[in-house]
């Protein structure tokens, strides 16, 4: 058997509750958020982090040999803005 429940039901039943087990379940949920957000995080591979400076010093290489120009801070800031 399942049982539902609004969310305004929810919410009343938990105004209901005493201060100290309003705080308990605001840790549990913190909690519950923090391990979610954990296992939601994405990791870089040592392959991909070596291969990220492999290519920004090819790039830097180039630039000493005047076959690439450096982009300015602004286009830099410009281009992160875009990444994210």
Do not use: V
Not at 6 to 24: A, G, R
Not at 28 to 42: F, G, H, V
């Amino acid at each position: 058997m399942r049982a539902t429940i609004s969310l305004d039901s929810l919410w009343q039943t938990i105004q209901s509750l005493s201060l100290n087990n309003q705080e308990w379940l605001l840790d549990k949920l913190q909690e519950n958020i923090r391990e979610q957000k954990e296992a939601e995080t994405e990791y870089i591979s040592k392959e991909e982090i070596l291969a990220g400076i492999d290519a920004g010093l090819k790039e830097m290489k180039l630039m000493k040999e005047g076959k690439l120009q450096a982009k300015s801070f602004d286009e830099f800031l410009e281009e992160l803005k875009h990444e994210a």
